[in-house]
């Protein structure tokens, strides 16, 4: 089991391969702070960067998941928060862009409402479970700001451009299961299995192929931009680059042996 010690708002723990982050400011509603951005960060570069790191899980402690941008905001001199704004956001996009280019699979469980950067990060996982007392609102331009965290990356990918421009502009709050309906999140269960059920997953994704996830990352994030035939080659590319895997000569090995594959993620 690996810990870092030195967090103080974040948890962050590997077992069984399995990287557990905990957004751990509570009693502000895991609000994103400078210093959450920047462990975030770094914990997702240790994520990135472990070979034993092979599935992470994302969630928040207490009730609710996250409350977006912490207060500290607002009592910056006026002068200075943009200043400070680029400081978070260096830091938190540094996180986001490590979610998605790790080869490890990226499971969210959101415990509660996620706000503004909440809703960004919720966004940003590759399997989000929700619970059923989560909630969704972009929040940004509510205080006239505009979206930010990946938010206007991914949403429109998720839910198309229609959908992203009313949350957006609106800030309407979506219950979990009309995330589920137009499928931001990919599955809505009970609050008290939010937790057994997301690590399920997780503890599932840690025992697979993770060199063909992280292929399957790839190729699935570049296809928005990409033409036919250009996709086409990185998806052969990438097939015969697995082909010479050890996981894909297991994989091969134990369909033929009509057994279980046993993948150590090399």
Request: net charge negative; with cysteine.
């Amino acid at each position: 089991m690996t810990q870092m010690e030195s967090l103080t708002t974040l948890l962050f723990e590997v077992r069984e391969h399995v990287a557990y982050i905990t957004l751990n400011r509570p009693a502000v509603a895991n609000a994103v702070s400078l210093e959450l951005a920047q462990e975030l960060d770094e914990v997702a570069r240790e994520c990135d960067e472990s070979d034993s790191v092979r599935a992470v899980l994302l969630t928040g402690a207490g009730r609710i998941f996250c409350g977006g941008g912490d207060k500290s905001f607002a009592k910056q001199e006026p002068s200075y928060v943009p200043t400070h704004l680029r400081r978070v956001n260096l830091f938190l996009h540094g996180a986001i862009q490590c979610f998605a280019r790790m080869r490890a699979p990226v499971v969210v469980a959101v415990n509660g409402p996620a706000s503004g950067y909440g809703m960004s990060l919720a966004c940003a996982g590759d399997i989000v479970l929700a619970g059923e007392s989560a909630r969704f609102t972009m929040d940004y331009s509510r205080v006239g700001l505009t979206p930010g965290a990946s938010s206007t990356y991914y949403l429109p990918r998720i839910i198309g451009l229609r959908r992203t421009m009313e949350l957006a502009l609106t800030n309407r709050t979506l219950a979990a299961r009309e995330a589920e309906a137009i499928g931001l999140v990919t599955r809505v269960v009970p609050d008290d299995q939010l937790l057994e059920q997301a690590e399920s997953i997780a503890n599932e994704l840690a025992h697979g192929p993770t060199r063909a996830y992280g292929g399957v990352k790839r190729l699935l994030y570049g296809a928005a931009t990409n033409p036919l035939f250009e996709q086409m080659e990185l998806e052969n590319e990438s097939i015969v680059e697995m082909a010479r895997s050890a996981d894909a000569q297991e994989g091969v090995a134990a369909f033929l042996a009509r057994r279980p594959p046993q993948f150590s993620g090399r």
